[in-house]
């Protein structure tokens, strides 16, 4: 499919796509039972997505080290489209932060 390029509701829709992370790997219907696996490309970097024992879908980064395990990486089945998120920023960890305010008639 190709968009003229003064379409700007989908270049907004292109950027807010890449921007967010999430990206379109299959259908669901590619790993039907328990213990198949699919492994793709996606931006150049090799992910395996698993049905696990439990039925549930989880996908994993290859890394290239030597000894390397696999770095999970979030995964979500949208409408039995699987979708996954390489954005690094998602996947560390973060403290929450604790706010503490005082009402304006203290």
């Given at each position: 499919?190709?968009?003229?390029?003064?379409d700007?509701?989908?270049?907004r829709?292109?950027?807010?796509?890449?921007?967010?992370?999430?990206?379109?790997?299959?259908l669901?219907?590619?790993?039907?039972?328990?213990?198949?696996s699919?492994?793709v490309?996606?931006l150049?970097e090799?992910?395996?997505?698993?049905?696990?024992?439990?039925?549930?879908?989880?996908?994993?980064?290859?890394?290239?080290?030597?000894?390397?395990?696999?770095?999970?990486?979030?995964?979500?089945?949208?409408?039995?489209m699987?979708?996954?998120?390489?954005?690094?920023?998602d996947?560390?960890?973060?403290?929450p932060?604790?706010?503490?305010?005082?009402?304006?008639?203290?």
């Amino acid at each position: 499919m190709s968009a003229p390029p003064d379409d700007r509701r989908f270049r907004r829709e292109m950027a807010t796509a890449y921007r967010s992370g999430w990206h379109f790997v299959d259908l669901a219907t590619a790993i039907p039972r328990r213990g198949d696996s699919l492994k793709v490309t996606v931006l150049g970097e090799p992910i395996v997505i698993a049905r696990e024992e439990d039925d549930d879908v989880r996908a994993y980064r290859c890394l290239r080290r030597p000894r390397g395990a696999p770095q999970p990486i979030r995964c979500a089945i949208r409408y039995g489209m699987i979708f996954v998120n390489l954005d690094r920023r998602d996947h560390q960890l973060v403290e929450p932060r604790t706010i503490t305010v005082t009402p304006r008639s203290a």
